[in-house]
């Protein structure tokens, strides 16, 4: 275990010994001025939000995690049909992440329990052909049908129920969380320590939340340096695109603030170093066949949610693949995630497609290009187009990228993966792995199980 590593695992004894004597020496006013600061802000404080938070069922019930919660109470507390489609739902989403013999169990449940008209949780608020599909579940069950109920169920919770939610208590609880989550974040909010890297605009610290005990990672971008190196519209490109991101597999933000010299993103802290530090540090160079799997697989969900709200990730290199303590990874730096006007480049040489080099109109396809690059990496311990530590040109490796074809000469290569490396690094972009509905198989789902993660 590096230096570097054995720090992190030693940071949570460092953080719990030094909360425990800080609480020891608090006052009695400090402690209330705390427990006031916790509060939660009076009803009539939040009136102003009802308009602003809008009404979205998918963003007020779903998408936030607080909302959905509080949503899900309100179902659970008001009607026995809203508390069945609530279990339904839940049910069908455990079908979805269980596998083998497991599922059969839960399929058997969901008929017995949500198909059968005589039982007493049956989905009686089903009409029309969505109804006609229930009862005929039990005789003919496919995964089609049970998603269009699913659909179905979804649907009519988004009419009256959802209506009666916004004028229910739970709604006003929402937005005294939502004003609670608006105050005024500065540094006085956290505890600083020590510093876990430094880059061109500024470094990364560990901080605490003082009222939670949660640890963070802060990335602290001097306003000098910013505005020296015209870097303003990055760190503000970085922080918009934080603010839209909801993926497991990408590190996110958690607070953002400014104070006089700094701009500061608070984001998940990722205690197991960054993916290129194991291809090259630890023990010998490379990954094993399953970690590149394992890897993989996870920077793949990464990048599908970034594209499916329609940012391109420009920049897919192990470096920037952190892992948290639990082996699992996550997209990070995403200071150059934009749609970009045609012809402009950014990215990192070695891992840019060749429209990128070529300066062509692109979208997309450059990020299946750099993920292939990286799984060469993770398997050989270099580029695909340039040798570990070789000296070599940017120009020339642009060269190799632009004419020469992928060689495999590691031996840590299989069949399977020099055939997956190769469809990501088609020079075409019409044929390249990715750019079309290739990933339509995944079951995204079972990877975002938190059985799984």
Not at 59 to 87: D, M
Not at 127 to 134: F, L, M, S
Not at 257 to 284: P, R, S
Not at 291 to 311: C, E, K, N, P, W
Request: aromatic share 12%; charged share 30%.
């Amino acid at each position: 275990m590096s230096q570097v590593t054995t720090e992190l695992v030693g940071l949570d004894n460092l953080v719990a010994n030094t909360a425990y004597l800080r609480a020891q020496q608090i006052d009695r006013k400090e402690l209330r001025k705390q427990k006031i600061s916790l509060a939660l802000p009076r009803p009539a404080r939040t009136s102003a939000l009802r308009t602003s938070v809008g009404k979205e069922f998918e963003s007020l019930c779903e998408e936030q995690p607080i909302g959905r919660k509080l949503f899900h109470q309100f179902l659970i507390n008001t009607n026995i049909q809203y508390f069945t489609a609530v279990e339904f739902l839940e049910e069908v989403s455990t079908w979805n992440f269980v596998e083998d013999a497991s599922k059969e169990q839960v399929k058997q449940r969901i008929l017995n329990k949500f198909c059968q008209p005589d039982s007493t949780s049956f989905l009686f608020f089903l009409t029309g052909k969505a109804a006609e599909t229930c009862l005929q579940l039990s005789d003919d069950f496919d995964e089609v049908k049970l998603e269009q109920i699913r659909d179905a169920t979804r649907e009519f919770l988004k009419g009256k129920p959802f209506t009666e939610y916004l004028s229910s208590p739970f709604f006003d609880r929402f937005l005294q969380w939502k004003e609670y989550e608006n105050q005024r974040i500065s540094d006085k909010y956290f505890y600083e320590f020590r510093t876990l890297g430094k880059g061109g605009f500024g470094e990364v610290c560990a901080v605490q939340v003082k009222f939670t005990g949660q640890m963070y990672a802060c990335k602290k971008l001097d306003k000098r340096r910013l505005k020296k190196k015209r870097g303003e519209r990055l760190a503000l490109v970085e922080k918009h695109v934080l603010e839209k991101v909801n993926s497991l597999f990408i590190v996110n933000l958690a607070y953002a603030y400014d104070n006089k010299t700094h701009l500061c993103l608070v984001m998940d802290l990722m205690t197991g170093g960054d993916l290129k530090f194991h291809i090259y540090h630890l023990g010998k160079r490379g990954l094993s066949m399953e970690r590149v799997v394992f890897y993989t697989a996870q920077i793949i969900t990464g990048i599908l949610h970034l594209h499916s709200i329609d940012i391109v990730y420009r920049d897919m290199k192990p470096e920037n693949v952190l892992l948290d303590g639990r082996g699992h990874c996550r997209l990070s730096d995403l200071g150059l995630a934009v749609e970009l006007p045609k012809g402009k480049m950014a990215g990192t040489t070695g891992y840019m497609a060749p429209e990128i080099l070529k300066q062509e109109s692109y979208r997309m396809s450059v990020d299946w290009w750099a993920l292939g690059c990286s799984i060469y990496e993770m398997v050989a311990a270099r580029l695909p187009f340039k040798d570990f530590r070789e000296k070599v040109q940017n120009d020339e490796v642009t060269r190799r990228t632009l004419e020469d074809e992928c060689k495999f000469l590691h031996g840590s290569f299989d069949a399977l993966s020099k055939d997956l490396i190769t469809r990501f690094l088609k020079k075409r972009i019409a044929l390249r792995l990715g750019c079309g509905s290739w990933f339509s198989f995944t079951n995204h789902k079972r990877l975002l199980s938190s059985d799984n993660v």
